[in-house]
């Protein structure tokens, strides 16, 4: 295996969140870093354009709101904040993932890099609260470094993983949509109609009850990384699921893929490697549902439940409703009991997507079989830089 094909293989790997499986040290780190270097070059200066907005007094910003333009400005530079950082990112993975093939672009990475150390400081100085140009480069090269230590370490192949699931999570929407949410709701939407829960979300501020959606997160993620770090364990057993005919054609591994090469023992840092792409796949399919939960149960709060059975339940007028400092037409405490019930459900799902078998045929095992293709071609990646190794000595 030469050098190039060496490197179309080990990107298959990052590509799939295994930077673990890939031996040696990843070269090209400063090239490795440019889409990180520009999601924050983008949204950290467009977040500068949004803070000196609301840095205004608030009648001054009611006064401006008011006005057709400025409210326009101000919209276009949140749909700006939103959507550039991750476009512009994207861009630049595809330029990257060029280069490194052909190891070349230190040259314009190194130019990225003095832009993301000099310009941000400057835009950070010139806007208000005009900090400090020197503490602004010194931040910038911290960032810099950890970028740096990130990608040595895999970070930004896993993360753009991520995104990439998150973006493919998406596109299942029908499946959770059909499959997951009307169970949930079973579940869940007779204690929507029970009064000591519209009572203990009415009591708790918006703040308190992020608390508890965060207490929830952290009890389904160690319950996943218990379960998953077992599952991953089954995955190199004597039960080993084997991969799907036919998954590697059109890969790296195509060629090896009809002999069977033989099966090498997980490292500690592949199988946690292994365990936390499978954590943020469940995590980000759970995200999904909970925000369609969301969604629902705000939809059929405002239809069924009127302010005056609001006020019945917590003994006071509802309180006008507020989302991440946005006014919205739901009163609060109807977002208050749908975030609640949303966390609750994500909890559910998360363990049920595990344990249950309903749930794991539709949600869990098209993700061990997806492991068990990234194992084979381990497997023969491994086979090959053993032989290449054998016929140097």
Not at 52 to 74: P, Q, V, W
Not at 89 to 96: C, D, G, R, S, T
Not at 195 to 209: D, F, G, N
Request: hydrophobic share 55%.
């Amino acid at each position: 295996m030469d050098q190039h094909d060496r490197d179309i293989a080990e990107q298959w790997f990052r590509r799939r969140g295994l930077p673990a499986v890939v031996k040696g040290k990843p070269a090209q780190l400063l090239v490795r870093i440019v889409p990180g270097e520009v999601f924050l070059l983008l949204f950290l200066g467009f977040s500068a354009g949004v803070a000196a907005i609301l840095d205004r007094s608030e009648e001054d910003l009611d006064r401006l709101m008011k006005t057709g333009e400025f409210a326009l400005l101000f919209i276009g530079l949140l749909l700006c904040l939103a959507v550039l950082p991750p476009l512009g990112a994207w861009f630049a993975a595809k330029w990257v993932r060029m280069r490194v093939l052909d190891r070349r672009g230190t040259a314009t990475a190194a130019v990225v890099a003095a832009v993301f150390v000099v310009v941000n400081p400057v835009v950070d100085r010139l806007t208000p609260p005009h900090y400090s140009l020197p503490g602004g480069a010194a931040v910038q090269v911290g960032l810099l470094v950890a970028l740096l230590v990130a990608a040595f370490f895999g970070g930004g192949s896993i993360l753009g993983w991520a995104l990439r699931a998150a973006f493919r999570q998406l596109g299942r929407l029908g499946d959770l949509t059909s499959r997951a949410l009307p169970l949930l709701l079973l579940f869940t939407v007779f204690g929507f109609y029970t009064t000591e829960i519209w009572q203990v979300a009415a009591e708790l501020s918006r703040h308190q009850m992020w608390l508890v959606v965060g207490l929830f997160s952290v009890i389904a993620i160690l319950f996943l990384m218990s379960t998953l770090s077992d599952e991953v364990h089954s995955l190199t057993g004597k039960d080993a699921v084997e991969p799907e005919p036919g998954k590697l054609d059109g890969t790296p591994f195509a060629a090896g893929a009809a002999t069977e090469a033989p099966s090498a023992p997980l490292r500690k840092l592949e199988r946690w490697n292994l365990v936390l792409v499978l954590v943020l796949t469940q995590i980000l399919q759970t995200l999904v549902l909970s925000v369609l939960t969301f969604v629902f149960f705000v939809v059929f709060g405002v239809i069924t439940i009127k302010d005056s059975v609001i006020k019945a339940w917590i003994g006071h007028d509802p309180t006008t409703g507020k989302l991440f400092g946005f006014e919205v037409p739901p009163p609060n405490e109807l977002l208050q009991v749908s975030l609640f019930i949303a966390a609750f459900s994500a909890l559910y799902f998360a363990a049920a997507a595990v344990t249950d078998s309903n749930y794991r045929r539709s949600f869990f095992d098209p993700l061990v079989r997806h492991m068990a293709t990234s194992l084979a071609a381990r497997d023969i990646y491994l086979a090959r830089l053993r032989a290449d190794r054998s016929t140097v000595d």
